[in-house]
């Protein structure tokens, strides 16, 4: 059974660092394109950012290119998310997606960031 | 960057009727594989997204057969055949043919 398991929301000050984990058990970092996408209150679904094959590429939304950076430690089977420079409006849940290619996707149950002074 | 469009915005609904929303991207989905890469997905209040269908067309295990996705290159439609009550929330479509990956804006599906 695939699970995703999205930990290191919380409450942080406007201009704070935060970093979210994503460990995954039942598939592998390094063989899956991991994702983030995120939730904020009264707002869509926003795609944030992916990591994906052998050379750990990483691609991000214009909304967090320059203040956030995706990674992975493939000895842990976990994927990071370190968010710096917050401001209020990247308050939002943020979950972690997992995919490989066609089959369906398999998504984190969410962590909450909450960002306000 | 793909720009994803939907239609209508607000759905009122009525249990027992058909329900149907539009989907459009600013670009061609069909990858060279012969697969469009749009996914359909219902969030409802409080919870997190559900996967309804997966490349376009493919229902996803457990989600209810009434659930139907169609179309090809640019325009795509999610089908409701008969509207349950459990059915409210709202709708995205994903594109997941090229980065950035973009939703669509959701579709508020109620009941009238």
């Known amino acids: 059974e695939v699970q995703l398991l999205e930990s290191g929301g919380t409450l942080v000050q406007p201009g704070g660092s935060l970093r979210l984990s994503c460990t995954a058990s039942?598939?592998?970092?390094?063989?899956?394109?991991f994702n983030w996408v995120r939730h904020a209150p009264g707002k869509g679904l926003e795609w944030i950012s992916v990591?994906?094959?052998?050379?750990?590429?990483?691609y991000y939304a214009d909304s967090v290119k320059g203040r956030f950076t995706i990674s992975r430690d493939i000895s842990k089977n976990t994927v990071f998310l370190q968010m710096s420079s917050l401001r209020a409006d990247d308050t939002a849940v943020y979950y972690c997606?997992?995919?490989?290619?066609?089959?369906?996707?398999?998504w984190g149950q969410g962590s909450l960031v909450t960002v306000s002074p | 960057d793909i720009v994803m469009t939907q239609s209508p915005l607000s759905l009122p609904v009525t249990p027992g009727e058909p329900a149907s929303i539009s989907c459009r991207a600013s670009?061609?989905?069909?990858?060279?594989?012969?697969?469009?890469?749009l996914d359909w997905y219902l969030q409802k209040p409080g919870k997190s997204p559900q996967l309804l269908i997966y490349?376009?067309?493919n229902r996803a295990s457990g989600v209810p057969d009434r659930f139907s996705g169609s179309g090809s290159g640019t325009d795509f439609t999610l089908k409701i055949s008969r509207v349950e009550a459990e059915d409210v929330g709202v709708y995205y479509c994903?594109?997941?043919?090229?980065?950035?990956?973009?939703f669509g804006p959701g579709t508020k599906v109620d009941v009238k």
């Open positions: 994903i594109q997941v043919l090229q980065t950035p990956f973009s």
């Open positions: 990591i994906v094959g052998s050379a750990a590429d990483t």
């Open positions: 490349m376009a067309s």
């Open positions: 997606v997992a995919r490989q290619g066609r089959p369906p996707p398999y």
């Open positions: 670009q061609s989905l069909l990858h060279n594989d012969g697969h469009n890469y």
């Open positions: 039942g598939v592998t970092v390094g063989t899956y394109a």
